[in-house]
Structure formats: structure tokens, C-alpha cells
Nanobody
Framework: QVQLVESGGGSVQAGGSLRLSCAAS????????MAWFRQVPGKEREEVAT????????YYADSVKGRFTISHNNAKNTLYLQMNSPEPEDTAMYYC???????????????WGQGTQVTVSS
């Protein structure tokens, strides 16, 4: 069983920085994917950044490309989202997710964290 716990959310001013963490417990024996999603009330959940553990270059939504960086610490089994120069439009509940790599693609999400709120003020 895999468990995901996000942390690092909070309030930040535009132009600052914030780093989200997602601590994962449980061992996976195949190549798998991890990702950050975000959602605001009344809008569809958005895939922010995705990484295939053990291969592939990360995926970033156009809206965050160049500002956010996704990374993974294998020893700690922890996923990070470094948010540089956040904007008010980045305000959302951020969720960590993981799932198997299917045909070396990442689109199946089986486990989710509880979410951490990020609020960016101007």
C-alpha cells in the first residue's frame, strides 16, 4: 500500500518562492510516475508537473514552465515541487499523485495525497 503526504503549502507573496514536498511510503517494483496536480473551486483539476521515476524528462504545464521544477529524491522517496516566482493564478489546492507507467506514459493515477493549500498574494 502506498501513502502520500503533502507538506510545504501556505501563503506566499508573488515573486517569492515555495517548495512543496510529498513523502511517499511503500515500495514500488516497477517504473512508476509521480505528479503534482492542482485544483481551484469550480474548475477542472490541472496536471502541473509529472516525472517518470527512473527515466524520461519531466512534463510541465505551459502555465508553469520555466518557473516550477519537479524533482524526486530516491533515497527519501520524496517528491518536490519548487515554485519560483509564483503568481496569484497559481493559488490552488495542490495534490501529489502516483501510479504505474503504462507503455512508458504517465496517465494512470492510483494514489493521491490529501492536498496542501497554496495561496499567492500580490
Amino acid at each position: 500500500q502506498v501513502q502520500l503526504v503533502e507538506s510545504g503549502g501556505g501563503s506566499v507573496q508573488a515573486g517569492g518562492s515555495l517548495r512543496l514536498s510529498c513523502a511517499a511510503s511503500g515500495v514500488l517494483y516497477r517504473r512508476y510516475c509521480m505528479a503534482w496536480f492542482r485544483q481551484v473551486p469550480g474548475k477542472e483539476r490541472e496536471e502541473v508537473a509529472t516525472i517518470l521515476i527512473g527515466g524520461s524528462t519531466p512534463y510541465y504545464a505551459d502555465s508553469v514552465k520555466g518557473r516550477f521544477t519537479i524533482s524526486h529524491n530516491n533515497a527519501k522517496n520524496t517528491l518536490y515541487l519548487q515554485m519560483n516566482s509564483p503568481e496569484p493564478e497559481d493559488t490552488a489546492m495542490y495534490y501529489c499523485a502516483t501510479g504505474p507507467s503504462v507503455r512508458q506514459l504517465c496517465y494512470t493515477w492510483e494514489y493521491w495525497g490529501q492536498g496542501t493549500q497554496v495561496t499567492v498574494s500580490s
